[in-house]
């Protein structure tokens, strides 16, 4: 038995049983977080959401998957069918391939690069490009606003995501997410989140940018614009980008757990797990994810030059005075 | 590591074709956004991941899809036909291209590689970084051209904040 795992231990293996995991994972994880998000919003609203499939509705996610799979795939008659089609994957196989060098435990790391950071931010910058596909493959002015909207947000915030990680670099010397986590051991106090307070915030509200969530939610806009660059899906390929948000939403809350709460590190040093760590890694990921649905549901939607005089005037200064602030801090300790 | 040369050449050729000789042109600079993906491949390939991931951030992250709102801004993107994309340029295009990779094969032909492995140098980000800086022990030049590429990006947001005010005082005076 052991010597089979040795085996599979080898690395063309490794990467590939890696590969699947997380795909598995990431697939999963946007099918249950659709569940929670209706879950929380019904309790949120007083009400309580999916409760017919399974016990308190906890098979949700399987009927809905089995429901768009029955689905008709359709496409506007003018479209540009291969744009149109080829964009859920361009949003959806960046968010996947990230999740590769999120470490779960030290050991537990796909692509344990000495780049990760540098690589997270590059794929997250391919997100826009896939935006851009979906709204002018679908030739519907709805459509092509979303996604005119959608890439000027992404990009915009895409400023302030990577100023608020060089503090963090700084501090660890290192671009390794490994590193980063290895950075914050030994209690709770040693979180960046402390010394990097500002740099956290700034980067929780790009993040949610990025993730085009409310109250950044312009490029879907349902009360203006229909739904935006996803107005003409249906099917799975609407379910495709629906998992591509979603997971993406997961993705930048373990981003976040892994550079500012700490990672795998338990939050007191006495209640270490050995291997079994990436629980406290999947805990505070999750607390994060459940903080994204709390606000989406708790705050109304911003306009665009307010969402626009927020990125570009209040979180890149901000980020920038905190990165001087660090600076200084480092060069006199 | 065949497998992967030869899917990777195969993905940046087919996109590089594609670049040219795509009728419509959103096709074309998506096409090119393909073809710096296999780039990008080539240079994990390499053992390079800090220039593959530079690769993807500049070039298919900001420079496609600057050109895409470029394209989508100005005029409505309209199919071509293939007389005005093979045009009486073909000939001179063709000369350039296949010049230019005589020049590139000479070089790396004529040029004695040893046991020169891919992966071997300082490709580590930091040593990277040291470098660029001066304080590495590399050549001093790299700091100059740093502080060079800092100006000049400076220059250009200063510029692009100067063209895109609105000019409120102006337009109460006209």
Known sequence: MFSFLDFLNQEPFRFIVGLAGVLFLTLNLSAILVMSERKTAGYIQLRYGPNRVGPRGLFQPLADILKLFTKENLSPARADLWIFLAAPIAMFIPVAIVWMTVPFTERSVIADMNIALLFFVAITSIGALGVIMAGYGSRSTFSLLGALRGAAQMISYEVPLILSLLGVIMITGSLSLVDVVNGQSGGFWHWYVWPQLPMFLIFYMSAIAEAKRVPFDLPEGESEIVGGYMVEYSGMTWGLIQASEFAGMGLMSGIVATVFLGGWQPPLPFMDLGVFNWFWFGMKAAIIMFTFQWIRWSVPRLRMDQLMDFGWKVLVPGALIWLFVTAAWMAIF | ?174
């Open chain 2, 1 to 174: 590591m065949i497998v992967a040369y030869i899917f990777l050449a195969c993905m940046t050729l087919i996109c590089a074709l594609g670049v040219v000789l795509s009728r419509n042109i959103v096709h074309s600079a998506l096409f090119m956004s393909g073809a710096f993906l296999g780039v990008a491949g080539f240079f994990v390939m390499l053992n390079a991941p800090a220039l593959a991931a530079f690769q993807l951030l500049i070039y298919v992250g900001a420079v496609t899809v600057l050109m895409l709102f470029g394209i989508m801004f100005t005029q409505r993107p309209s199919a071509r036909s293939f007389a005005t994309i093979l045009n009486r340029q073909v000939w001179a295009g063709l000369a350039v291209a296949l010049g230019f990779g005589a020049v590139l094969s000479y070089f790396l032909t004529v040029q004695d590689w040893g046991s020169v492995s891919p992966g071997n140098g300082p490709r580590q980000m930091q040593t990277f970084g040291e470098n660029l800086l001066g304080v590495g022990g590399g050549p001093q030049i790299f700091a100059l051209l740093f502080q060079v590429a800092a100006v000049l990006l400076f220059v250009a947001i200063v510029a692009a904040i100067v063209i895109s005010r609105r000019r409120d005082a102006d337009q109460e005076e006209a």
